[in-house]
């Protein structure tokens, strides 16, 4: 029965109490959405990336090669156990009609890994078709239906690697290994860095190898990223990949020594047999012209026999016929002698007959003989003019075959020097050959992975400062609420103690008084965090991120802390408050508490300020030290406030110059070219005549970069160590500002070292003392701190060639240079360009671009700094109206008065807010304070082990917290000003009696 009794009284006590059991609500409304929501999210952060990575089967390893992948590999890697493994091929390419880089990547329906997002359009479904990556870059410079080609006869060869280079824009699509909006990364085409990537059919392609491998394993779904677990378990799968594929750059370097040395030994055989051919023409030509010299040898030799025997024919037939001639004259002599003597002697006649017809017989055989010689001369001429002709066509075809000779001779021969020098230049080639080199890459190296689990790491960081203020505020405001409470009770408590109810039951109104508000506002602020807080930083990020709004979740630790822990505040607040008054007897009680005795305060002994103040002032003088707890209540209420409005607002300072100040101030260069030192000669000769041609160029500065890790004592850290080729004029790229005084600029030594004052907070290390630098491969040694610098991004230390010479035992190798210009005058596209074309680099990175990416991270903070600064605000406010309302409350009796003595609203409003004034002031003062090393204590938490922040609170950065403090104040002051307008004077004047 006294139970429900006071019960009820408790339940009317919050419907008489609203603005105190409403303040109580809200301060553990804003203290637990605070901490819950921003506690959670981080978390929610990387919840949402995992399940967006799961949603797009995000690989988890990356495999390529300096000289692809091959069939052997692909073999390898599909025998692990537990892994899908995807083949496939991409290319580094340029778009003809606007210069734009792309990283054109091989897409097919039926792939289940690395899957991407469609934005617009569609993916490609024929091989003239394309997808372009949803980056502003292709967005302002190509539309759906647009037509894309690929440069073509450039000494990249881009055409080489497909089978067609012209493309119908079909869809802009998002990709889960480029979750980040900007960046690509760097390219070794076009300018250096890509404009973005794109997608084609895998049929495309025309390549003798992959290029990418992408490995998913089955575990990894079971652990979410970013995680612990997940980092581990990926780090011992990336070990066995890299233990399966330990032996495969040894193996493909023998199998391609071997191909290299068959085709230099083919090509020395091929010269040999094209030597051999020439011999052999040569050899026929010179048999040709024997046969020719030895045919017209013979020709000219039947040509003269011929001659010699027609001679001696027809002079053996002219004598013949002479012979007979003379015979016929000398028969017909006969014949005439015997006529005149007329003889008439048959014998004699018929003699005379037989010889005249032998004469005739015998020039008949003459005749025939003659035409027989006739036909047989015609008929050698004719064999020796057959002959000549043939001796006129082979000499023609041996000209012609001389000519021709001579002519390919002359081709052969520079075509035999030409094969030579290819197979010198293959011989040097082969004996500077070098094992291919395996990389094997986690989710880190895929764009903007890595760097979203440090934005959310920042959040996470802070998360652990803020809502402890919070708390300790909510504390202190429960504690002052529920102190006037129990003080505005005491007559109750009397009364109950009086009629026998025990302090447990007494106690047990203002208890559940405290928790009912602590519990409705810790629950709805719960759900009010874990909505309002993710969604908000996420839709901040979503300008820096391709990923999906936040897939908020409920956090049972967070849940539990938060309450548990606004409960608590509350709960030791009402039992610090009701402890005093349940010692107290019913009769003591029961009367009102004795008006503090009034003492002289310290500024009436000193006559020369206290005679000049008016009597409103001496009356504000005096009860701002009469009333030490609500004075002391109202600046800590007021410098907690305060510092967290400065902290927010510093921390935004600390964030936004940071840019600036490392790429402007520290860093002067523009640009940083990273160097082939296995170019040649002629390459190395090219790269210098290209730089040279750049009359924009003020300066440049060659160093070696390198990657190591500094260890001291127990700690170790990843590191950069630089190594400038001149220490005189390294401050023309590089300042090195001194961290205890950054007017003093440092000057490299020759021995020693100079580092980065982030490293030396985390190895704890001093100027003077010995860390231990491991270039990984190159060996380790230990350097003395000679000086420490001022910077913000990554950890240094910086050597001169003579002490890395000297520590390192090895010469230093130049790899890298540093550019500086004017970017006003130099077109850094244009110059990237041109050193990108250059064999002797590897690859250019601008300042500007490293800038903006950087900046951008960094102004994604801002939204979380505004997160801050407004549940600060919220927070001050609560505190300031809460305090001004309990102090307006406890003196309603003493502010009756005076508006029954004359004075009129804005007079009393005035003698309450002069006191605020004074307060507020004071409280903002000491806020200053408090936020100065609250700023501090935020930003070493905040900070991750590869970036500091900026220790520095801009002066309109006091300036903001102060006008906003003392806006609320005036705000407070003004709604408790209608307040008292309304107070029933009467009522506040009646005695307790």
Known sequence: MKTKAVWKDTLREIGRSKTRFISIFAIILLGV???????????????????YFTDTQLSDLHIFSSMGLEDEDQDLIEQLEGVEAKFTYSRDVVFEETGLSSKIMAYSEEQTMN??????????????????????????????????????????EFEEFFHQTEFEVVGFVNHPRYIEQGDRGGTQVGTGRLSGFSLIQESVFDSEYFTDAFLLFEESLNYEAYSDEYIQYIENRKEEVEEVLADRPRERFEVLSQEIQDEIDEGYADIEEARQELADAETELADARQEIDEGIEE????????????????????????????????????????????????????????????????????????????????????????????????????????????????????????ALEELETAESELADLEEPEYFVN??????????????????????QIFPVFFFLLAALISLTTMTRMVDEGRNQIGTLKALGYSNGIIAMKYFTYAFIATFFGGVIGLFAGYWIFPNVVMDAYSSLYNLPSADTQFYWTYAVVSIAGALLATGLSTLISVRLSLRSNAAALLQPKAPKKGKRIF????????????????????????????????IFGVAGGTALLLTGYGLSDSIADIGDIQFGEINLYKAIVSENTNASESQLESYEDTLASV???????????????????????????MVPSNIDRLSDFIVLRDID???????????????????????????????????????????????????????????????????????????????????????E?????????????????????????????????????????????????????????????????????????GFFDKEVTMYVYRENFVLTILGILSGFVLGFFMHRFVLQTAEIDIMRFARQINLSSYGYAFLLMFFFSSLVMLVMHFKLKRVDMVEALKTQD
């Open 299 to 418: 020709y000219e030799t039947g040509l003269s026999e011929l001659e010699d025997e027609e001679t001696g024919a027809r002079a053996e037939i002219e004598a013949q016929r002479a012979e007979l001639l003379a015979a016929q004259n000398e028969i017909e002599t006969n014949r005439n002698q015997l006529e005149a003597a007329q003889v008439e002697d048959p014998e004699i006649w018929a003699e005379i007959e037989i010889q005249e017809a032998q004469v005739a017989q015998g020039l008949e055989e003459l005749n025939q003989a003659e035409n027989q010689l006739e036909t047989e001369l015609q008929q050698a001429r004719a064999e020796l003019e057959e002959a000549e002709s043939d001796l006129a066509e082979a000499e023609e075809e041996y000209e012609e075959g001389l000519a021709e000779f001579q002519e390919e001779q002359a081709d052969a021969e520079q075509e035999i020097e030409e």
């Open 603 to 634: 500024l009436e002994y000193m006559p020369f300020i206290w005679n000049r103040f008016t009597f409103t002032q001496k009356v504000a003088s005096r009860n701002l030290f009469r009333y030490k707890r609500r004075m002391l209540m109202t």
């Open 442 to 463: 986690d989710r880190s190296s895929f764009q903007g992975y890595e760097e979203f689990d440090e934005n959310a790491e920042r959040i996470s960081a802070i998360a």
């Open 695 to 721: 009359d924009e160029l003020d300066d440049e500065l060659q160093i070696k970069l390198e990657n190591a890790t500094a260890g001291f004592s127990e700690d170790e850290q990843e590191i950069n160590v």
């Open 115 to 156: 899957n991407p997002i469609l934005v617009e359009g569609r993916l490609p479904e024929t091989e003239s078709e394309i997808a372009l990556d949803n980056t502003m870059n292709y967005r302002d410079s190509y539309s759906l239906g647009d037509t894309v080609r690929i440069e073509e006869g450039t000494p990249d």
């Open 741 to 827: 005084d950054t007017s003093e600029q440092l000057s490299l030594p020759e021995e020693g070292a100079i580092i980065t004052d982030k490293l030396s907070e985390l190895l704890e290390v001093e100027t003077g003392e010995i860390i231990t630098v491991d270039l990984n491969d190159s060996g380790t040694f230990e350097v003395e701190v000679t000086g420490i610098v001022e910077h913000y991004i990554q950890h240094y230390v910086y050597l001169s060639p003579t002490a890395y010479e000297n520590l390192s035992e090895s010469e230093a190798e130049f790899n890298g240079r540093l550019l500086l210009y004017d970017e006003a005058e130099l077109d």
């Open 829 to 901: 596209s244009h110059l990237g360009e041109l050193l990108t074309n250059e064999d002797a680099v590897q690859g250019v990175s601008f300042v500007d671009s490293i800038q903006e990416a950087f900046q951008d991270s960094m102004d994604s903070l801002d939204v979380v700094t505004v997160v801050l600064i407004v549940s600060a605000a919220s927070l001050a406010f609560v505190v300031l109206y809460n305090l001004t309302n309990i102090n307006v409350s406890e003196r309603i009796r003493e502010l009756s008065t005076i508006k029954v003595l």
């Open 33 to 51: 959405a605070f901490f819950a929501g921003l506690s959670a999210t981080g978390p929610v952060m990387l919840h949402t990336a995992d399940a």
